[in-house]
């Protein structure tokens, strides 16, 4: 498996890979992943096992808190679960959020999404205390907006 920045070449493979992460992921345009790739490509890796793209992550470091290093979408590829492609993305994502001088790398689920609270705290993440808890997962009401209630995880570099 090969892990590399995200480039302009990569954008049509990477919109039909996160085609396949409903519920949880929805591919975004080709324009945002343009704007990834151009803007954020050292913390967008992607993950191919040959020509095969088989995982990938788009995170990006705030500007208004230089510490903090945001995972918008992380994925693998179905056929490629529990083969370790996440944590060597998460991995990558860490080695560059640290040489950026970032501080902690937080990220959001929805509340039902048990593999990915799963791979969270498995990888290290802690789930942010919030102010209710649905099947043992914390959640903040409200987090991106009315009824847009996310459990909310986070990890100190
Ligand atoms: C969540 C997701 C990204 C995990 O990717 P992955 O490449 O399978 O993760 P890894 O193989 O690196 O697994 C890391 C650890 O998480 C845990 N884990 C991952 N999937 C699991 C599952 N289905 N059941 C139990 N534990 C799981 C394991 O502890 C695993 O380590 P181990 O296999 O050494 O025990 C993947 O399931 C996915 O793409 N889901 C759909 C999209 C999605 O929901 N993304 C997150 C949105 S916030």
């Not at 990477?14 to 080709?30: F, H, K, N």
């Not at 808190?65 to 995972?71: G, H, I, K, R, T």
């Amino acid at each position: 498996m090969k892990i590399s920045p995200l480039t302009q070449h990569d954008i049509a493979d990477v919109i039909e890979l996160m085609s396949l992460g409903a519920p949880y992921i929805r591919p975004r345009t080709a324009s945002d992943y343009w704007l990834y790739a151009t803007l954020f490509s050292t913390t967008c890796p992607i993950a191919r096992d040959g020509d095969h793209l088989v995982g990938a992550i788009m995170a990006f470091r705030s500007q208004d808190n230089p510490d903090d290093v945001y995972l918008q979408d992380v994925i693998t590829h179905p056929e490629h679960r529990r083969a370790g492609v996440t944590t060597a993305l998460l991995n990558a994502v860490r080695e560059r959020s640290q040489l950026l001088g970032a501080r902690r790398l937080y990220l959001t689920s929805e509340p039902d999404n048990t593999t990915a609270h799963t791979t969270w705290t498995r990888r290290g993440f802690t789930n942010v205390p919030g102010d209710q808890t649905i099947e043992g997962v914390s959640v903040i009401s409200d987090y991106k907006g009315p009824g847009k209630h996310r459990a909310v995880y986070e990890l100190l570099i």
